[in-house]
């Protein structure tokens, strides 16, 4: 990997790419992941959760740091990490009588101390220094054929359980006074919401890095809400542009020297840009 | 119209932190009605919306839909596991309160038009898909095609042609004005065909012109659909002339009649505590001359400050 050479043969250079077992295990991860966060990212732009999905991917750092010092797989420190924070994060909103406002100070206190938590270990465990790259900006090498298959039984629960609440979710997000008029468990779904959010972040962050994870969870879906209205399209086509950005960037990186955090966000931020402009035209 | 109340309040009272939000309330709504719920901020005009949608249990008193009990002693489960009480009348209003513990128990014969500062230009999902949250957005699972997928889309169509928001439907709603807005809200509280429409303050922040075609809206869906109408109004002027009753409420208390027993210059006083002159202009608006400002205590909407 790195600087193979391009043939321009798209057949040619697919079978070469995927010649290799790494390579072919990326692209396997990186399709479930982007699947995953496209449609979860939905639900998180619609509801306006883009800060605390932010903080919980912030909050993977000190997770995989710890799972490192620990000498467990990274997977499990993610999990662990980002879910722990959905929770505290949904305890301390549902307290808090002043949901809008009351949400920025406390995700943001959670947000800090992940981040000076994550340090510590990476302090205390000084071999892992050269990982902390990869944990922040991600990473496609050594990703096995059993990380896949937990990210892919991992997945299929999370868009089961949005697959059977997504509906009533979407009408708690859009008018919640009457949703819950309807019998609709508002607080419920938050709380659930946000764990879901939790693994998808804990998820992806294990292909883009922590501090990338929005190229997959934010990008598609406010693209895809740049180009239709529609909820049904709009998730559709958020999946689609996360999976070509994923495909893209694994390209890219496995063709060139830059590293694959540089390409998602690039192809991802190169699609929203298209689309913006697109809009102003139709528009115009 | 000698049937049976589609709503029934008998000595109802609320109690929050302590306080007294209204108290001694008795109505009786008809099918068809058009009530309006008068009084001046913060006291529990949006609160007894709450009540009849059993959100916010009484403290006194029983609140019967259709016959049916929906608060009050030996009310619901539902209704008195909320944790919301004691947080000030102010939770009702806007799309944000968090109160997600106590959970509707009027159900789909009653539809229910919250308070809302409108959606804003940001919101990306259409006016029919309001509409059609209305319609099945309570159901679990994804909707898949089928006879009841049909079935909603052909109902949705239906309340977008009852509301005449035909031309702008299928635009993104935080693109739409006040007015256009609120259409699409009233289709989507239609959805179920309710026996009663529960409007809090619909014609807030809309312009002048918009108040009027809202209002008239409203007056013709209720005579049409046979819905009784029960709606909190800052402005009683746009509504009056299709009004069959009001009910007012006031610090403490509450009384219920017709337009012309309760917008008299005698019974605003009392409410308001202030001398409060109601005079009749010749067009048949009513002018309230010495109105107060809001009252400076009352209370606080937005929780612990």
Request: hydrophobic share 50%; glycine share 12%; aromatic share 6%.
């Given at each position: 990997?790195?600087?193979?050479?391009?043939?321009?043969?798209?057949?040619?250079?697919?079978?070469?790419?995927?010649?290799?077992?790494?390579?072919?295990?990326?692209?396997?991860?990186?399709?479930?992941?982007?699947?995953?966060?496209?449609?979860?990212?939905?639900?998180?732009?619609?509801?306006?959760?883009?800060?605390?999905?932010?903080?919980?991917?912030?909050?993977?750092?000190?997770?995989?740091?710890?799972?490192?010092?620990?000498?467990?797989?990274?997977?499990?420190?993610?999990?662990?990490?980002?879910?722990?924070?959905?929770?505290?994060?949904?305890?301390?909103?549902?307290?808090?009588?002043?949901?809008?406002?009351?949400?920025?100070?406390?995700?943001?206190?959670?947000?800090?101390?992940?981040?000076?938590?994550?340090?510590?270990?990476?302090?205390?465990?000084?071999?892992?220094?050269?990982?902390?790259?990869?944990?922040?900006?991600?990473?496609?090498?050594?990703?096995?054929?059993?990380?896949?298959?937990?990210?892919?039984?991992?997945?299929?629960?999370?868009?089961?359980?949005?697959?059977?609440?997504?509906?009533?979710?979407?009408?708690?997000?859009?008018?919640?006074?009457?949703?819950?008029?309807?019998?609709?468990?508002?607080?419920?779904?938050?709380?659930?919401?946000?764990?879901?959010?939790?693994?998808?972040?804990?998820?992806?962050?294990?292909?883009?890095?922590?501090?990338?994870?929005?190229?997959?969870?934010?990008?598609?879906?406010?693209?895809?809400?740049?180009?239709?209205?529609?909820?049904?399209?709009?998730?559709?086509?958020?999946?689609?542009?996360?999976?070509?950005?994923?495909?893209?960037?694994?390209?890219?990186?496995?063709?060139?020297?830059?590293?694959?955090?540089?390409?998602?966000?690039?192809?991802?931020?190169?699609?929203?840009?298209?689309?913006a402009g697109y809009r102003r035209l139709?528009?115009? | 119209?000698?049937?049976?109340?589609?709503?029934?309040?008998?000595?109802?009272?609320?109690?929050?932190?302590?306080?007294?939000?209204?108290?001694?309330?008795?109505?009786?709504?008809?099918?068809?009605?058009?009530?309006?719920?008068?009084?001046?901020?913060?006291?529990?005009?949006?609160?007894?919306?709450?009540?009849?949608?059993?959100?916010?249990?009484?403290?006194?008193?029983?609140?019967?839909?259709?016959?049916?009990?929906?608060?009050?002693?030996?009310?619901?489960?539902?209704?008195?596991?909320?944790?919301?009480?004691?947080?000030?009348?102010?939770?009702?209003?806007?799309?944000?309160?968090?109160?997600?513990?106590?959970?509707?128990?009027?159900?789909?014969?009653?539809?229910?038009?919250?308070?809302?500062?409108?959606?804003?230009?940001?919101?990306?999902?259409?006016?029919?898909?309001?509409?059609?949250?209305?319609?099945?957005?309570?159901?679990?699972?994804?909707?898949?095609?089928?006879?009841?997928?049909?079935?909603?889309?052909?109902?949705?169509?239906?309340?977008?042609?009852?509301?005449?928001?035909?031309?702008?439907?299928?635009?993104?709603?935080?693109?739409?004005?006040?007015?256009?807005?609120?259409?699409?809200?009233?289709?989507?509280?239609?959805?179920h065909r309710p026996r009663v429409l529960?409007?809090?303050?619909?014609?807030?922040?809309?312009?002048?012109?918009?108040?009027?075609?809202?209002?008239?809206?409203?007056?013709r869906i209720s005579r049409s659909e046979?819905?009784?109408?029960?709606?909190?109004?800052?402005?009683?002027?746009?509504?009056?002339?299709?009004?069959?009753?009001?009910?007012?409420?006031?610090?403490?208390?509450?009384?219920?009649?017709?337009?012309?027993?309760?917008?008299?210059?005698?019974?605003?006083?009392?409410?308001?505590?202030?001398?409060?002159?109601?005079?009749?202009?010749?067009?048949?608006?009513?002018?309230?001359?010495?109105?107060?400002?809001?009252?400076?205590?009352?209370?606080?909407?937005?929780?612990?400050?």
């Open positions: 990997m790195g600087g193979a050479s391009l043939s321009w043969n798209i057949i040619d250079d697919i079978r070469l790419m995927w010649s290799l077992p790494s390579m072919l295990n990326a692209f396997r991860a990186g399709t479930v992941v982007a699947v995953l966060a496209a449609v979860v990212g939905w639900y998180m732009v619609m509801r306006r959760q883009s800060f605390a999905g932010h903080t919980l991917s912030v909050v993977g750092v000190p997770g995989a740091a710890a799972a490192v010092y620990a000498g467990v797989a990274v997977g499990y420190g993610y999990f662990t990490f980002c879910v722990l924070a959905a929770l505290v994060i949904a305890v301390a909103r549902s307290r808090s009588a002043r949901r809008v406002e009351g949400d920025g100070a406390v995700i943001g206190t959670v947000n800090a101390f992940a981040l000076a938590t994550g340090l510590l270990f990476i302090s205390l465990y000084r071999g892992f220094l050269n990982g902390t790259t990869d944990l922040l900006f991600g990473s496609v090498l050594g990703i096995t054929s059993d990380q896949v298959v937990t990210l892919a039984v991992t997945a299929v629960v999370v868009l089961g359980a949005l697959a059977v609440t997504g509906r009533p979710l979407l009408f708690s997000s859009v008018d919640r006074s009457l949703a819950v008029s309807r019998g609709v468990p508002a607080r419920a779904l938050d709380i659930g919401f946000l764990v879901l959010l939790g693994v998808a972040v804990a998820e992806v962050s294990q292909v883009t890095g922590a501090l990338l994870v929005f190229a997959l969870l934010a990008l598609p879906a406010a693209t895809a809400n740049l180009l239709t209205a529609r909820p049904g399209r709009g998730i559709l086509l958020a999946v689609l542009l996360a999976v070509v950005t994923v495909w893209a960037a694994l390209t890219g990186t496995f063709f060139s020297t830059y590293p694959v955090g540089f390409w998602l966000t690039s192809v991802a931020f190169l699609f929203y840009l298209l689309a139709v528009r115009s | 119209m000698s049937t049976a109340p589609v709503v029934e309040v008998a000595d109802a009272t609320v109690t929050l932190g302590g306080r007294t939000i209204w108290s001694g309330l008795d109505t009786r709504i008809e099918a068809g009605e058009f009530v309006a719920i008068l009084g001046p901020n913060g006291v529990g005009k949006s609160t007894l919306l709450r009540t009849i949608l059993g959100l916010q249990p009484l403290t006194t008193g029983r609140i019967e839909v259709l016959g049916r009990r929906v608060n009050g002693t030996a009310a619901g489960t539902d209704a008195g596991t909320g944790n919301g009480n004691g947080r000030g009348t102010g939770n009702g209003r806007g799309t944000g309160n968090g109160r997600g513990g106590a959970r509707g128990v009027a159900g789909r014969d009653v539809g229910y038009l919250p308070q809302r500062q409108g959606f804003d230009a940001s919101v990306r999902i259409r006016g029919v898909d309001v509409v059609r949250l209305g319609v099945d957005g309570d159901r679990w699972g994804i909707p898949l095609p089928g006879r009841r997928s049909r079935e909603a889309a052909r109902r949705v169509d239906e309340l977008i042609d009852l509301v005449g928001a035909g031309a702008y439907a299928h635009r993104p709603i935080g693109t739409l004005s006040g007015g256009e807005q609120q259409r699409l809200l009233i289709a989507s509280a239609l959805a529960l409007l809090d303050e619909p014609l807030d922040s809309l312009d002048l012109p918009n108040q009027a075609s809202v209002a008239a809206l409203i007056a046979n819905v009784a109408v029960l709606m909190v109004a800052h402005d009683v002027n746009p509504i009056l002339r299709y009004l069959d009753r009001v009910i007012y409420l006031a610090a403490g208390g509450a009384v219920a009649g017709t337009p012309d027993e309760g917008i008299t210059s005698e019974c605003r006083s009392d409410l308001y505590g202030i001398p409060i002159e109601v005079l009749k202009a010749s067009d048949g608006r009513l002018v309230v001359v010495g109105a107060p400002e809001e009252p400076a205590v009352h209370v606080d909407r937005h929780g612990t400050a």
